[in-house]
């Protein structure tokens, strides 16, 4: 499975992006998908994923209420909405796999830059 994440870019506080992750190949082996970021200096941190047959979803506190995350499984294609942007939002995010009967993220995209300016 590839992975192509887009939509990032720079964005005032209390403004919105909705960020893409493209997935082709082996698509029909897919379990859940979600979106990671990772800061400059500090760690990966999960956001956000979804069961991509089911669709049940699942949040980091820090994106409930704001992040939307959903799928259009006739398209493969994974989205972000992101909603009342903070400065501390700021970051890469990458979108990532879990293939079918597999417990981790085997597969990422590359990334696509977020900056929230204040």
């Known amino acids: 499975v590839q992975l192509q994440a887009s939509g990032g870019g720079l964005v005032q506080a209390g403004g919105s992006l909705r960020l893409s992750c493209a997935a082709s190949?082996?698509?029909?082996?897919?379990?859940?998908m979600g979106w990671f970021r990772q800061a400059p200096g500090k760690e990966r941190q999960f956001v956000a994923h979804i069961n991509w047959i089911t669709g049940s979803t699942y949040y980091a506190d820090s994106a409930k209420g704001r992040f939307i995350i959903s799928r259009d499984s006739a398209k493969n294609t994974l989205y972000l909405q992101m909603n009342s942007l903070k400065p501390e939002d700021t970051s890469i995010y990458y979108c990532?796999?879990?293939?079918?009967?597999?417990?981790?993220?085997?597969?990422w995209g590359q990334g696509t830059l977020v900056t929230v300016s204040s």
């Open positions: 190949g082996r698509t029909f082996s897919l379990n859940r």
């Open positions: 990532a796999a879990v293939p079918t009967g597999a417990l981790l993220y085997d597969y």
